[in-house]
């Protein structure tokens, strides 16, 4: 079976408004979650509409350069639509039909240049670098032939990006990211402006090798914030709204360290599978947070996980999952099990 | 082929005199480097000699309780010698000789309880925990068999323990945590605390479940310093040893980080290569140090990474690996390579 990619990658939401606030046109297609918690549209869904006539579409990009929306109602792709749809009940996303998919999208909102990013390691489609290599040069090559130029960038994928899981969650943690570079995350700063920085060098916006450097000066100045809540606007959401108003659960449980240590990984595969029976995606208010990432020193009795849920069920069935499991977050001492 | 387990693995010497001060005897034999950069014999021996004969090993023991010398010199134990020499040639460490080499040496001494560390993850013997697990049950039986008492640790091998891997650079480290507790590392005290409390739990020492606080306590009291330092002279080497006279070197290559990320991994497999072309283990003096580890953040020019070796062209051996294989630390960024 074919897993989906590393949980919560909210990174579109930060690249697009930096890409357009830098002057670019970035019209940004994108998919609702197929076997993950939640979709870069079903987190921008959070914020403002995502399904536009394609009249109407034309009208919101002139305005900002920009717009985030679901590329499945695009009517001019309408295989993939399909697609999507045979998709979702058989919880697959096979690879051969990855292509075309993101590909026809592109095509119909115009797209000469594209990154594509690549999560790759256990768990993603692409357990290997030799893998995720071979499906970007194919992936150029393809590209070139309908003439989209295309850069590939294999990522890392080995603990969620960011610390949300689920639509509302990731959504927050975007806009806070937005507000206040300071902020953080870390994971969510670095991956985002990598690869903005990489369009923004495709087009002519910085010399190679400086993109990203552009990509943190735009997103720390404000310039991305600003930018963002017009892309809000046009897209009929509230250009006000601030990471506060977003509402999350309402039921909530912590869940603490039993012992002192420091985490040794995260588990992308629990991490979404506790997501999901917490009512994730069709839930947006649910999710998960990830407080302790790979590498954070712990005390017995600090919180290191935190499961949301729009449902007292769910969030039982979630909870049980963690137990269960033993949560996502494995923490050292040193030793794993003792015979 | 068979992998040696995780580089700069020195706990032995923390663990035996922390068992030594708390009153329970603890002969250890250990093995040379085989495939790996140093054996705890490699790095007890830059402290003392660490082969007698067996009338004499008696007395030392009875001084002190303890005893950190080389397995294979074992007079009681011959067969397994000729097996250690047959294997060196080769590079391969059979798990199926694995059992009998461990056990005929510990029957040797005397005895009567023993903790196995496991090593498990990729890159080790044990790939997988189950692997791991499959072993420690088989270990026990056969050691129960023959009177002795096992309990196994699977323990965490993704990357070096501590900073240090080469003899004298590991018995440096380990006479400096020895010395400051305070000093660190971190995942050094961890494990050799870890394994250490289930020895002073089956020695009657501590409550189950407190083995590792009580362990700790003699660490950082200085009670397991001095018993080292008994240990060190009654096998005969300087009883004043401090950390700075412990020759590394002398030609030493600083390796730099070349961007702002965080590590997110270290490679065992390029630490030992790397240690072994500046001549790890026939060459006491040589070896690397990790200076950043999993986790932490680093700006670019910071150093990353230490060679030492005896030996000018060594050292421009182990740098030419070091560069061809772009070092055994990833730092992130998130991009792993762009395409």
Chains 1, 2 share one sequence.
Not at 118 to 126: A, D, E, L, M, Y
Not at 154 to 160: D, K, N, V, W
Request: net charge positive.
């Amino acid at each position: 079976m074919l897993k989906g990619g590393v949980p919560g990658n909210k990174v579109s939401l930060i690249i697009v408004p930096i890409i357009a606030a830098a002057g670019l046109t970035i019209p940004k297609s994108s998919t609702r979650a197929i076997t993950s918690p939640s979709g870069t549209a079903d987190s921008m869904e959070v914020l403002a509409p995502v399904t536009f006539p394609s009249e109407e579409l034309k009208e919101i990009v002139s305005k900002n350069n920009a717009c985030i929306i679901w590329g499945g109602a695009l009517e001019t792709a309408p295989a993939d639509n399909i697609l999507i749809e045979i998709e979702r009940p058989l919880h697959m996303d096979p690879i051969g039909l990855m292509i075309p998919s993101i590909l026809t999208k592109k095509l119909s909102l115009g797209v000469k240049k594209l990154v594509l990013d690549i999560p790759v390691g256990q768990g993603t489609k692409f357990p290997t670098p030799d893998k995720g290599r071979l499906f970007a040069y194919l992936f150029k090559e393809i590209a070139a032939n309908v003439g989209i130029e295309a850069e590939c960038a294999l990522t890392l994928a080995h603990q969620p990006i960011g610390h949300a899981v689920g639509p509302a969650l990731e959504a927050r943690e975007a806009l806070i990211l937005l507000k206040d570079y300071s902020a953080g995350p870390n994971s969510l700063i670095e991956k985002s402006t990598d690869l903005a920085g990489i369009l923004l060098e495709m087009g002519g916006k910085a010399q190679k090798g400086e993109g990203q450097l552009l990509a943190k000066d735009i997103l720390r100045s404000g310039k991305a914030f600003r930018k963002m809540m017009q892309i809000i606007e046009a897209q009929g959401g509230d250009p006000n709204i601030s990471p506060d108003d977003i509402e999350v659960g309402p039921f909530v449980k912590e869940c603490f360290a039993t012992k002192n240590g420091y985490i040794v990984e995260v588990n992308n595969s629990f991490v979404n599978q506790i997501a999901k029976a917490a009512g994730c995606p069709s839930s947006k208010s649910s999710g998960v947070e990830i407080i302790k990432k790979q590498g954070a020193k712990i005390k017995e009795g600090e919180i290191i996980f935190r499961i949301y849920s729009h449902s007292e069920s769910k969030l039982r069935k979630a909870v049980k999952i963690y137990n269960s499991t033993g949560g996502p977050i494995r923490l050292g001492g040193m030793i794993i099990e003792r015979i």
